[in-house]
């Protein structure tokens, strides 16, 4: 890693097409309530245009957002993937599906010229994770977005979180734009809206418009490097074998603590008998610690590397 400084002065800087075109999503999980709210007071003051961006709102999964459940059949945040968005609607169909190839028709389709520039979709999360910064590919417009959020907001820790899958097979609404995140803010129960978890949504969406503006009138952004975490791997509960019922919940030593080094023989899951279970093997950093829409998916926490991305001053293509 020592040559990073120098890796990034040697980088050549590199240019895109203006990005004019932003959609912002809410309510993709019905009962994650600062996306929901955001879309609808952005749709209230009429907001279509900021300069030089036109700005699309979509609330994603509107079934889903008057029953105030994450989804009614399947969720509409793993639906996204070329196998999915292609199969043949059949009457069988969930509603979910239906609902993302509507919505990759509307912002897409994906892998396209025609999808939106960026994409950015508003979640919440049960977890202690403050603001977080969610993206597949190493793409340096996300990359650059993120350093400005970052630079910004004082009001709580401003993270990225880099999966690490291939485009065709991301999952998510984000991936259906040409440049895509998702917001995720923590921690808010589902179905309750907070005023300070929904200001920091709505200051991250503010600045990525500005980010936008600037960068399409021309500004230059220097290349330099950021912190992210990867995903390596998720912890499912200890449970019963027999009942498959979980025997265990997070420790209070983990609870609320995402993002802090879990070190080897650290206490990850107390027993309802008592017992402490301790994590084994590499030093890594738990997050979406206790997320309560995990349950179902058998993931008590996700554990990640930290890594550095270096990424090159960027600016807007001259016609």
């Known amino acids: 890693k020592h040559n990073t400084k120098a890796q990034t002065k040697n980088m050549e800087c590199v240019s895109f097409p203006p ?3 932003v959609a912002i999503c809410g309510g993709t999980h019905g009962n994650e309530m600062s996306g929901v709210y955001m879309v609808r007071e952005m749709q209230k003051q009429k907001v279509e245009k900021a300069g030089s961006v036109f700005i699309t709102t979509v609330l994603a999964n509107p079934r889903a957002v008057d029953a105030c459940k994450r989804y009614t059949d399947t969720d509409l945040n793993r639906s996204f993937t070329d196998a999915l968005l292609s199969a043949p609607i059949t009457d069988s169909t969930s509603y979910e599906l239906r609902r993302a190839q509507e919505l990759n028709a509307q912002l897409g ?5 025609e999808a939106v520039d960026l994409l950015c979709d508003l979640h919440n999360t049960t977890a202690n994770m403050g603001l977080c910064l969610i993206f597949y590919s190493l793409d340096w417009i996300t990359m650059h977005i993120y350093k400005y959020i970052q630079s910004k907001i004082t009001s709580a ?4 979180i880099q999966l690490d899958i291939p485009i065709s097979e991301a999952y998510s609404l984000e991936s259906v734009g040409k440049h895509g995140f998702a917001i995720e803010v923590g921690p808010q129960p589902n179905g309750v809206l907070r005023s300070d978890i929904f200001n920091m949504v ?8 500005e980010w936008l503006q600037l960068f399409n009138s021309g500004s230059t952004f220097e290349g330099g490097e950021v912190e992210a975490y990867t995903l390596t ?32 023989g650290d206490p990850i899951f ?6 402490t279970v301790k994590h084994e093997g590499e030093e ?7 997320e309560c829409a995990y349950y179902e998916k058998k993931i008590a926490f996700h554990l990640a ?8 001053s960027v600016s807007v293509k001259k016609d």
């Open 19 to 21: 990005l004019s075109r």
């Open 109 to 113: 389709p994906k892998g396209s010229e």
């Open 157 to 160: 820790p401003v993270r990225a």
């Open 202 to 209: 709505k200051e991250a969406v503010d600045l990525t418009i």
């Open 233 to 264: 791997k998720s912890v499912d509960y200890p449970r019963d074998p027999t009942t498959n019922e979980i025997t265990a919940a997070i420790h209070p030593k983990l609870q609320d603590n995402d993002f802090k080094l879990l070190q080897p």
């Open 270 to 275: 107390l027993s309802f008998s008592g017992e």
């Open 284 to 290: 890594l950093y738990p997050f979406f610690v206790n």
């Open 305 to 312: 590397r930290k890594i550095t991305l270096t990424f090159p």
